[in-house]
């Protein structure tokens, strides 16, 4: 029995959702909406003392943490390569995603599109938007020479970074000189049982 703490417009909460659509996993979502602060209740921060979105209840058993959820869930599937080298890979990517990626181009969503306030940002944002281009263009080196992140097959270490990737515009990210970003999501979008993050 599988439980989602979930925020919907949340990237690292789509991530969850994608993967346990494309395992075939039903799973209870449990609505955190963390702009009325309510991943930060007592409550709450006894299931992630981190008080953040997402976070997985596998039969009482709970885990946070975006990417080592998908690592949990992938384990002995089709979504994690098999070999210790490919795995490391995998992992490479992953922590590229938390450190490089998703800290410069959440941002710069989030403060846009959902809080509304572009101009209170105005100085990060220029911070924010460098970095997330310099993330943008080792992605599109990657793709230029490479159908996917790992091994040649679709793994978690694409849909980490597809999360955040494929909503940057909403940060004002121009992604039009993105050729090969943007034919891997048309690769990403037709895999089996892909689910928007307005579906999920
Ligand atoms: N590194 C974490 C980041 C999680 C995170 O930042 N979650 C946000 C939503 S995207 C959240 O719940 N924020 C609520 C808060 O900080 O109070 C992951 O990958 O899961």
Redesign the pocket.
């Known amino acids: 029995m599988y439980k989602l703490y979930d925020?919907l417009p949340?990237?690292?909460?789509y991530?969850i959702r994608l993967l346990l659509s494309q395992l075939g996993l039903e799973y209870e979502r449990i609505n955190?909406d963390?702009l009325k602060?309510e991943?930060?209740t007592p409550e709450f921060l006894k299931i992630n003392p981190?008080?953040?979105?997402?976070v997985l209840d596998h039969n009482g058993k709970n885990l946070?943490?975006?990417?080592?959820?998908l690592w949990y869930l992938a384990s002995n599937t089709d979504f994690l390569p098999t070999s210790n080298y490919e795995q490391a890979q995998v992992l490479q990517w992953m922590f590229f995603e938390?450190f490089s990626h998703?800290p410069n181009i959440?941002a710069p969503r989030?403060w846009i599109s959902i809080l509304k306030a572009e101009k209170e940002y105005k100085e990060q944002l220029k911070v924010k938007t460098k970095l997330g281009y310099a993330a943008l263009d080792v992605m599109e080196q990657h793709l230029s020479g490479n159908d996917y992140f790992v091994g040649n097959q679709y793994s978690i270490a694409d849909i980490s970074l597809y999360a955040y990737t494929h909503l940057a515009e909403e940060g004002k990210f121009d992604l039009s000189r993105y050729r090969y970003i943007k034919e891997w999501f048309k690769r990403i979008e037709n895999q089996k049982n892909y689910v928007s993050i307005k579906q999920s």
């Open positions: 925020f949340s990237g690292n909460c991530k955190v963390i602060k991943s930060r981190n008080g953040r979105t997402p946070a943490e975006s990417n080592a959820i938390q998703e959440a989030y």
